[in-house]
């Protein structure tokens, strides 16, 4: 039987929020908004579940950004890929669970750029067999589609069982769910 484990890659994996404050420092300093408007940032972003458009749209609005949501957020994707990191720690475990037999994939919400950048850019891709990034497959979190796309490119099926790990339970609710219960 094949063990397959399935994990979230933002906030599981790699620290977004600590990537995202990163960001958000630089954006405030770029235009002269100061500390509050870090924290402001940072409560905005809401451990990256606010969707993207709305958290740009809603970074115009609050400091009068001038040019478009869709600029600011490319500007974004761009830049977070070099801010984010994994710890020597997760990537070593992921190591020894494929060492052991297990087949490992990463399961993620978000634009192909910004997610594979990510990745990448902190050596996940070495690491993993496989990964399944919502924007680049047409199908979002959590529907099972997407873990079923994860889990094949990983040479496993979701019938056999295995583990999802992420880093909410509404937001991803299969979260720590055995993979043969529906939703996960």
């Not at 749209?57 to 400091?63: C, L, V, W």
């Not at 496993?156 to 055995?178: E, K, M, Q």
Request: hydrophobic residues 40%; contains cysteine; neutral net charge.
């Amino acid at each position: 039987m094949t063990r397959l484990a399935l994990f979230d890659l933002d906030n599981t994996l790699i620290d977004h929020d600590e990537a995202f404050r990163g960001w958000a420092v630089e954006f405030a300093d770029d235009r002269g908004l100061g500390a509050v408007a870090v924290e402001r940032l940072v409560a905005l972003d809401g451990h990256g579940y606010l969707p993207r458009e709305t958290l740009f749209a809603q970074i115009k609005e609050d400091f009068g950004v001038e040019g478009h949501v869709e600029d600011l957020w490319a500007a974004y994707r761009r830049r977070m890929p070099e801010l984010v990191r994994c710890p020597r720690e997760v990537r070593d475990g992921l190591t020894r669970l494929r060492t052991t037999g297990w087949r490992v994939a990463i399961v993620t919400n978000g634009l192909a750029d910004n997610q594979l950048g990510k990745i990448r850019r902190t050596g996940l891709d070495e690491v993993v067999d496989a990964w399944a990034v919502s924007g680049a497959e047409g199908v979002r979190k959590p529907d099972r589609g997407l873990f079923e796309i994860a889990a094949a490119r990983a040479g496993a099926g979701l019938g056999a069982g295995g583990w999802v790990i992420g880093d909410h339970p509404v937001h991803a609710p299969a979260r720590s769910a055995r993979c043969g219960r529906r939703g996960g």
